[in-house]
């Protein structure tokens, strides 16, 4: 287990540099927003500060919300709290999460979010400074024990909400649930029925694509890939093998954003992912959710998935999927003499700044990013990458990561896992710009993959022209 040991500790140093974006737009935005105070504390931390009190979490669809849900009424008979939840698939989660910060109501207090959300509501002043709580000791439990929390994870949940400053610095705006990489899952059921090598560069998957297209009859296919329309489509497999071909989103020219998705390597990459979906991929794909496309996999309509590390993992667990004993890890292939840029996911709980119960609502945070949950939610939960160094540490932790070719992969894709898109203020728009361009290809509406992403560049040139870039 030593060497799982230290896979994670060059992980989470190397994040703690590659994490950091390299610049971040202005324009219409207001900064430096810091959520608003709480309310003064002061005499020994007690779990029960807010008995009586009632608060609302809105939770995305997700295995790191199921796990936090069953424990629930454990942390009500703990602090005496109410807590009121809802739960929303991801196609449309996160406009209710706007709808509601919009508001200022404050009748959401707690939310799910990520670093792409940061850079909108942060900036908005829709999000409390978490800092404010950490730097009382008031309100800090004895076991809670912030250096135990991976420290390039919980940075990539600070910004100090300035045009053309990195994340990294600045306010805590979120802790972190658990982060995820992007990976290649395989059926080797499959693959030795139909004598498929498992793919070590993007032709061969694209030939063990086509070659399984069918594989058990109608509806069954070769790869598992996110196709609905919205900003959560590009950002697991195509934007990993986007950003591995040597792509990029944006350059900076005199001072603003250039979109330049149609340079040789953007279309390039794009005409072969096109060719992947329309040959080897789901016809049903331009529908296909975090969900179906890990479902698929689990029961073998689709012989292999490329997606999040949590979704892929998910399937390979027994019990949670007819195939799950044939699921395998590897590393996404990439074209050959490249190096495989994986697209970094970190999910975390938010306060709402307009929260009108942010001392119960940091308790329910506090408990549910502490040590005793996450060594239940890391083995219990298989919760994947799990947050806290204790809880990656636990020998049943362990023996769990050490199954079905995870290590193996994860020791292939560190290095490369970053959070790879610009950051900018209008990413979602972007996003789903993008992923309207990948079904309109997919479905023939243009003449060639150049004309597509010339279109494209177009657009998101218009979509960002209010963002300057400083130094």
Known sequence: MKRTKGLVLLFVLALVVSLLPVYAGGGSQSGGAQGGGIPAATGKFSWTMSS???????????????????????FEKLTGIKVQYSVIPESNYFDKVTTQLNSRSGDMDIFMTGPYQIWEYASAGYMQDLD??????????????????????????????????LMGTGPLWGFPMGYES??????????????????????????????????????????ALRGERGWATPITAYFSLYYSWGAKDFEVKNGKLSAVVNSPEAVAMTDWYVNLIKSGGSSTWGSATWYSSGAELGAGTAAMLIDSSQN?????????????????????PVPRGKSLKSNLWVWAMAMNASSKKKVPAWLFM????????????????????????SSFNQPAYQNIVSTSG????????????TLLPTP?????????????????????????TQQAMDALKKKLDDIVSDIEVTN
């Open 424 to 448: 900018q203020y209008h990413f979602f728009e972007i996003g789903t710009e993008w992923s309207a361009t990948l079904q309109d290809l997919v479905e023939g509406k243009y003449a060639s």
């Open 52 to 74: 009586g009190e009632t608060i609302n979490v809105l939770f995305n669809q997700h295995p790191y919300a199921d796990e936090i849900i069953k424990k629930i009424p454990d």
């Open 366 to 389: 506090q408990y549910f990013t502490g040590k005793e949950y996450q060594q239940f939610a890391s083995v219990d939960g298989r919760i994947v990458q799990t947050i806290r160094s």
């Open 132 to 165: 404010e709580f950490l730097k009382n000791p008031a309100y800090i439990s004895d076991d809670f024990d912030v250096q135990d929390l991976f420290p390039s994870i919980l940075n990539a949940l600070r910004w100090d909400a300035k045009a053309g400053h």
């Open 406 to 417: 995870f290590i193996d992969t994860f020791n292939g894709t560190v290095a490369g896992t």
């Open 312 to 332: 892929c993992f998910g399937q390979t667990v027994k019990g949670n999927s007819k195939e799950a004993e044939n699921l395998v890890f590897t590393t996404i």
């Open 182 to 223: 992007n990976e290649l899952v395989y059926n080797k059921r499959i693959f030795a029925e139909h004598n498929i090598k498992v793919p070590t560069n993007t032709d061969e998957l694209l030939a063990a694509a086509k070659a399984l297209k069918g594989h058990s009859g109608p509806n069954t296919y070769g790869v």
